[in-house]
């Protein structure tokens, strides 16, 4: 089993910045990608970003805005969210793809107010 724990979410003024961070434990032998997806009220989860281990990748809707990294060593990546607008309110999910097999975090809150 995997393990997925994010962190850093909160309540932010619009034009902030804000860090989440998703820490991987458990039988992690390798994996294809991990990455975000967020779900805001009333609507489906979606993608936010990705990373593997030579490619980063995120949503048209938060490009320029937000980044994708990773820490190897901590079995730990991060999204570096700056420019919040309201709009990326939602509950931001950590996810990892262990070669078919997909892990899921808790969530992390992101409110984004005007």
């Known amino acids: 089993q995997v393990q997925l724990v994010e962190s850093g979410g909160g309540v932010v003024q619009a034009g902030g910045s804000l860090r989440l961070s998703c820490a991987a434990s458990?039988?992690?032998?390798?994996?294809?990608?991990m990455g975000w997806y967020r779900q805001a009220p009333g609507k489906q989860r979606e993608f936010v970003a990705t990373i593997t281990s030579g490619h980063t990748d995120v949503v048209d809707s938060v490009k320029g805005r937000f980044t994708v990294s990773r820490d190897n060593a901590k079995n730990t990546i991060y999204l570096q969210m700056n420019s919040l607008k309201p709009e990326d309110t939602a509950v931001y999910y950590c996810?990892?793809?262990?070669?078919?097999?997909?892990?899921w975090g808790q969530g992390t809150q992101v409110t984004v107010s005007s």
């Open positions: 458990g039988r992690i032998f390798g994996f294809n990608a």
């Open positions: 996810a990892l793809d262990q070669f078919g097999r997909w892990y």
